[in-house]
């Protein structure tokens, strides 16, 4: 089984992802070989220290193995010095043996499924964060990330079943939001293009902070866990 979460922000919103197994009395049914994957901002890198080994042990007290995209609220200082290694097709960095960042621009096959993953957003608070304390440049894409993320969906001749990203393709955003701050165009149009081009069944994402669906292809998640497909 696959279940989808939108951001926890570390300890801030991860309250949600423990109700729902507890909740839905999953403990004792699901075991490692099932999979919830967070959709970005998960801040398990974080602080490299207290917060990050609290985040971590809640995380693996989960039934499930987290899987995760990186959002733009990610120490990626010390995410890109966890190591990098190949998990189902894809390239993960392995935090924990049950906690592995889903990297950018990547195809899986999880469950039978396949899913092609691109992380990464933009920081509209960032003229009040730090940089390499609160704000890292790498939560937005650079063009190697893009052209590997175009060139791997082009070996499955642009054909999967899930897309999995933190914030979402341009036309979403517009439908979803009347006040778009500027800053993150380059990679909302980028993941335009991949939604012109590719053919898949369902498209899930965080970042914006609201359940929401868009037509029946697209599907934001903040509060809600949910079953994917
Ligand atoms: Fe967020
Ligand atoms: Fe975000």
């Known amino acids: 089984m696959i279940y989808l979460a939108g951001d926890i922000h570390g300890n801030h919103d991860i309250q949600k992802v423990i109700d729902f197994f507890e909740l839905e009395s999953l403990m004792h049914v699901l075991t490692k ?13 974080w602080d ?19 899987l995760w995209l990186d959002g733009n609220h990610e120490n990626f200082d010390v995410l890109s010095a ?27 096959e999880i469950d039978g499924r396949k899913i092609w993953t691109f992380g990464g957003g933009y920081s509209i608070d960032k003229m009040y964060r730090t940089e390499g304390i609160s704000w890292w440049p790498q939560e937005m894409p650079n063009e190697e990330e893009y052209e590997r993320g175009m060139e791997i969906l082009k070996q499955e001749n642009f054909q999967v079943d899930y ?3 933190h914030t979402a393709p341009r036309e979403v955003v517009e439908s979803i939001c009347n006040d778009i701050v ?30 929401v669906s868009v037509g029946d292809k697209y599907q934001g998640l903040m509060e809600d866990v949910i079953c994917l497909g």
């Open 33 to 45: 070989q099932d999979y919830l994957i967070i959709l970005g901002d998960v801040a398990v890198c």
């Open 48 to 66: 490299d220290d207290v917060h990050d080994e609290w985040v971590k042990k809640t995380l693996q007290m989960l039934p499930v193995t987290v």
């Open 82 to 108: 966890y190591p990098v290694r190949s998990w189902n097709g894809g390239k993960v960095h392995q935090i924990a043996p049950d906690i592995l960042h889903l990297m950018r621009g990547q195809c899986f």
């Open 163 to 165: 897309i999995l990203t």
């Open 182 to 211: 500027s800053g993150e165009e380059e990679l909302q149009y980028y993941l335009q293009r991949i939604s012109q081009k590719a053919d898949f069944k369902k498209w899930y994402f965080g970042h914006w902070h609201m359940d």
